[in-house]
């Protein structure tokens, strides 16, 4: 990052600031990426860096949906001066955190940031990030070292056993979480191919024994190119005897059983919406809920309950 991100303490009622927390404006012209985060650097202590969330988006990795009342995670060392702002959500730390520097911003290492998260986040949010961490590199090896001992572990280690660095997507990474804790097994990326080895098509989920494919379709499906794209590709499934099932993020999140049912059709065996309790129990935990939501931003910011 080439500019430096102006700040003015106190109060200002000029135009030319933005308010970025209780007594810290900064410049409103700025084009940095995460301006607000570079602004919080320069009035915090030089040991402080940015972990949980605020690391996980300097990462650049998929998020969960983040609420409005998204306050900015930092961790320091004991040693450190204590800093207290409604805006912050501060942990310390017996030794400082492993680090790394992005952008010219400390964040939390990869793997320390997945145990930061783990503190609160649900096991549905952290599946979405620790697919996005391993298909950016870092390690399980590297999770499962940072993980112990530390408070959110079990949760972190439950989200680890679903996680799955071949996934494209956040919501990607939900419908393959759906099939699995509801006992549907699953492939990603599977390759389908005709009779005489040829390439026909690669599908987001293959339910494994059957032929068919259950596909996350985002909003590029809807432009006119793509659809016609898509309409091609199906026609080729077609002919080498397989199914396509195209699923939005309004299905995974609201029509859930009707994906499961399409799945129990494509293996044979007979629907037992039951089973969708399982999916249930972990989208409520998690913030792409309303009462997930609800409960994170009482954990973060009990001054807005």
């Known amino acids: 990052m080439d500019e430096v991100v102006e700040v ?44 949980h969330l605020s690391a996980a988006q300097v990462h650049g990795w998929w998020l969960p949906p983040l609420p409005d009342e998204f306050p900015v995670f930092v961790a320091m060392p004991r040693s450190a001066p204590r800093v207290r702002r409604p805006e912050l959500v501060v942990t310390r730390h017996p030794a ?66 679903l996680a799955d660095p ?33 390439f026909v098509a690669r599908g987001d989920l293959w339910v494994v024994g059957s032929r068919s494919l259950q596909e996350y379709d985002g909003g590029v499906h809807l432009e006119a190119g793509q659809y016609a794209d898509d309409r091609r590709r199906e026609r080729r499934l077609g002919d080498v005897g397989w199914r396509r099932n195209g699923y939005t993020s309004g299905d995974v999140l609201h029509r859930a059983v009707s994906i499961l049912r399409a799945a129990d059709e494509a293996l044979g065996r007979q629907h037992d919406p039951e089973r969708i309790r399982a999916w249930h129990d972990l989208l409520k935990c998690s913030l792409f809920s309303a009462a997930g939501t609800r409960a994170l931003v009482k954990t973060w910011r009990p001054d807005l309950s």
Do not use: M, N
């Not at 549905?124 to 499962?144: K, Q, S």
């Not at 919501?171 to 080895?197: A, F, I, K, M, T």
């Open 8 to 51: 003015r303490l106190g109060r200002t009622r000029s135009k030319e600031w933005q308010r970025v927390g209780h007594g810290v404006h900064r410049r409103v012209a700025s084009t940095a990426p995460y301006a607000d985060l570079h602004a919080w650097q320069q009035v915090l202590p030089s040991s402080a860096v940015f972990s």
């Open 166 to 198: 071949a996934s494209e997507s956040a919501w990607e990474s939900l419908l393959r979480v759906l099939h699995v804790v509801c006992e549907v097994p699953v492939v990603s990326q599977h390759e389908v191919r005709d009779e005489h080895g040829g």
């Open 96 to 161: 400082p955190p492993t680090s790394v520097t992005i952008d010219a911003l400390r964040v939390t290492s990869p793997a320390e940031t997945l145990a930061s998260c783990a503190r609160d986040l649900g096991v549905l949010d952290l599946v979405v990030l620790l697919d996005a961490a391993l298909r950016a590199g870092t390690t399980r090896e590297e999770i499962l070292a940072a993980a112990r001992r530390r408070r959110g572990s079990p949760r972190l280690l439950r989200a680890l056993d």
